[in-house]
T-cell receptor, first 116, second 114 residues
Framework: AQSVTQLDSQVPVFEEAPVELRCNYS??????LFWYVQYPNQGLQLLLK??????LVESINGFEAEFNKSQTSFHLRKPSVHISDTAEYFC??????????????FGQGTTLQVKP | GAGVSQTPSNKVTEKGKYVELRCDPI?????LYWYRQSLGQGPEFLIY????????DSGLPNDRFFAVRPEGSVSTLKIQRTERGDSAMYLC????????????FGPGTRLTVL
């Protein structure tokens, strides 16, 4: 069985400050890793994903996440946040093995609150 | 193009009633997923369709929950004898194929059971 733990339920931060949203996972098989974002009153959107290759992946709006296999982590970072980054962020995994159906196992979510 | 749509956006029902929640996936997407999200929690997987068949229904909580996708496009999640604990946001997502590794989510249906 797989599980995902997001260590912080809420992260308040001032605009232009750096931020890290933490994600750890547990799995007996290899996984794909994802970050989804949910802006207020909108549906979930894919922010970035790790499938293979470079362990550092980036989004188009300045977020990055690094897959750390030894620590089973996939933390999300941004060097300078904007008010518009205020949203709920979800870390998720899916099985990459023979039983892969693409179904996602989500963490509990982290609310990023960017203050002016 | 149009994204995933879900109807109704809100559904209020009484305990013991039957409800149907509809999902219209993105045209051409063969993979369709249902998730349930309780307040303050992440989405939880319910069921996955590849085409018309339910390839994985391991997340359905009990036999009151059932889902269909008869023509491989629109899907309906059906809940019989609703209970207050069924109150949640029900999310639908679609993907070109399960190996595509990106799911496109609809806005959800908020179900409230009184």
């Amino acid at each position: 069985a797989q599980s995902v733990t997001q260590l912080d339920s809420q992260v308040p931060v001032f605009e232009e400050a750096p931020v890290e949203l933490r994600c750890n996972y547990s799995s007996s098989v290899s996984v794909y890793l994802f970050w989804y974002v949910q802006y207020p009153n909108q549906g979930l959107q894919l922010l970035l994903k790790y499938l293979s290759g470079s362990t550092l992946v980036e989004s188009i709006n300045g977020f990055e996440a690094e897959f750390n296999k030894s620590q089973t982590s996939f933390h999300l970072r941004k060097p300078s946040v904007h008010i518009s980054d205020t949203a709920e962020y979800f870390c998720a995994v899916s099985d990459r093995g023979s039983s892969n159906t693409g179904k996602l196992i989500f963490g509990q979510g982290t609310t990023l609150q960017v203050k002016p | 193009g149009a994204g995933v749509s879900q109807t109704p956006s809100n559904k209020v029902t009484e305990k013991g009633k039957y409800v149907e929640l509809r999902c219209d996936p993105i045209s051409g997407h063969t993979a369709l997923y249902w998730y349930r999200q309780s307040l303050g929690q992440g989405p939880e997987f319910l069921i996955y369709f590849q085409g018309t068949g339910a390839a994985d229904d391991s997340g359905l909580p009990n036999d009151r929950f059932f889902a269909v996708r008869p023509e491989g496009s629109v899907s309906t999640l059906k809940i019989q004898r609703t209970e207050r604990g069924d109150s949640a946001m029900y999310l639908c997502a679609s993907s070109p194929h399960y190996t595509y590794n990106e799911q496109f989510f609809g806005p959800g249906t908020r179900l409230t059971v009184l």
